[in-house]
């Protein structure tokens, strides 16, 4: 699986973007597909995810009710709505599929399986 992250960019507070994910390449084999970031010297942390054939979602506390994830299996995409953006969301987002079957859409980077690239997201104040 092969997957290309786009949308970032540069905005100010209380602005929104969208990113997007394309997915391609064995497809079928997707369980989950997840937003991560990461800023300078900081690890790796969830921002949300969502079942590829449900509509299980699951999203970071510091998330909630700003962000949306979504997804459309025609195109194989996924996005990340996110609304009133604060200087402290900068970072380089990743998406991420997981192909292990489960029930509630996994927190850990460790438990996906492909990346894509990262598309930096930087919010000024």
């Known amino acids: 699986v092969q997957l290309q992250a786009s949308g970032g960019g540069l905005v100010q507070a209380g602005d929104s973007l969208r990113l997007s994910c394309a997915a391609s390449g064995g497809t079928f084999s997707i369980y989950f597909m997840g937003w991560f970031r990461q800023a300078p010297g900081e690890e790796r942390e969830f921002v949300a995810g969502?079942?590829?054939?449900?509509?299980?979602?699951r999203y970071a506390d510091s998330e909630k009710g700003r962000f949306t994830i979504s997804r459309d299996n025609a195109r194989n995409m996924v996005y990340l709505q996110m609304n009133n953006l604060k200087p402290e969301d900068t970072a380089v987002y990743y998406c991420a599929a997981k192909k292990t079957p489960g029930w509630y859409v996994p927190l850990s980077a460790g438990e996906y399986d492909f990346w894509g690239q990262g598309t930096l997201v930087t919010v000024s104040s």
């Open positions: 969502i079942k590829w054939t449900a509509s299980n979602t």
